[in-house]
């Protein structure tokens, strides 16, 4: 069963609570978490920007002259016989979405660093040359005794005729977002009252170092107690891991990616935020190059459904494997 460490709970409520600000992050299964206030943040090796809050340094710019970049995914026979062993368990009754994640290896001249000054994305993190995150997901924010949630569930490639169209109206993507929909607004309830979907699937438009992708969204929120802060790390518990990473029903679809994905996620899709001391603002840690030795190890994955084709998931896999930002040269493998 997921939880967050004791010791990560109680020093999330207690900052909460006095209202000191703080910096946290949290991994897929919540077995390591970091939190930090602002005065042990300074001492550490680690910048964010989420939404315009965080700790850049003075000059964040560089400028690159050349870049390249090139990706070794696992081969579509590898990801065929994962996704035949999810289908078994779909059939069986035992998850009716998972989401299907693999690391892929990439090679590039840049730095974790440089990627991280030159990305473009709603909430960046560099963490002690270790790991890099530019993610366009938001887990919850909080601000003013309201709780919101922003699922993503729905990508395609932007230049594909009408496809803004073929997204909105495909009948898996479509079965796919109303599910995740429906297991985070569940999600909310569990710790909020009047919880209600505010907007269902609108469309935001990504810019990566290969090609632009359309992905579907949903806003969700609902009202907390007044007394939230005081038990603000009790909360995140009770809502992690995010449901549009794992699945549902949640504690056996985790279960069935554990035995399945064969690798270990780590911070990937967990859950990265800050408290300014009043509002808080988190992310799910998707878009994720980890170093490992002198390797770099790019994850990602995919939602699945019973109506999931193999081919085209492997290619979403693959396209969500990107620099965000815009490069001269780009080389694929």
């Not at 920007?49 to 400028?63: A, R, S, V, W």
């Not at 992690?240 to 035995?259: D, F, H, R, V, Y």
Request: aromatic residues 12%.
């Amino acid at each position: 069963m997921y939880t967050l460490p004791d010791k990560t709970r109680q020093k999330i409520n207690k900052l909460a609570q006095n209202q000191v600000p703080f910096w946290f992050m949290t991994d897929f299964l919540g077995q390591q978490a970091w939190v930090l206030d602002q005065n042990e943040l300074a001492k550490e090796n680690i910048y964010f920007d989420y939404q315009g809050q965080g700790n850049l340094p003075t000059n964040p710019h560089t400028e690159i002259a050349k870049v390249l970049f090139e990706k070794f995914p696992i081969s579509y026979e590898a990801y065929q016989q994962k996704f035949e062993q999810i289908q078994q368990h779909i059939r069986r009754g035992d998850t009716y979405l998972l989401n299907l994640s693999a690391p892929t290896q990439i090679q590039t001249n840049l730095s974790l660093w440089q990627i991280f000054l030159q990305s473009k994305a709603k909430y960046r993190l560099f963490f002690k040359d270790q790991l890099l995150c530019f993610s366009p997901e938001t887990f919850i924010q909080i601000k003013n005794g309201k709780i919101f949630t922003y699922p993503m569930k729905g990508t395609i490639e932007a230049k594909i005729p009408q496809a803004q169209n073929q997204v909105l109206t495909d009948p898996k993507e479509k079965a796919e977002h109303y599910t995740i929909v429906d297991l985070l607004r569940n999600d909310l309830n569990a710790v909020a009252k009047k919880v209600q979907v505010k907007r269902f699937r609108y469309l935001e438009r990504l810019i990566t170092s290969d090609k632009d992708l359309w992905q579907v969204s949903s806003e969700i929120c609902g009202d907390l107690p007044p007394d939230y802060r005081t038990h603000l790390g009790d909360l995140l518990a009770r809502l992690l891991p995010a449901g549009s990473i794992s699945g549902a029903p949640k504690p056996k679809t985790i279960e069935i990616i554990t035995q399945t994905e064969g690798y270990e996620r780590g911070f990937y899709t967990g859950v990265m935020g800050y408290f300014d001391g009043q509002s808080l603002d988190t992310a799910v840690m998707i878009r994720f190059i980890e170093r490992q030795g002198n390797a770099l190890c790019f994850k990602s994955g995919g939602g699945l459904t019973f109506m999931s084709e193999p081919k085209k998931e492997y290619e979403e896999l693959i396209n969500k494997v990107y620099l965000p930002f815009p490069i001269a040269v780009f080389s694929n493998h």
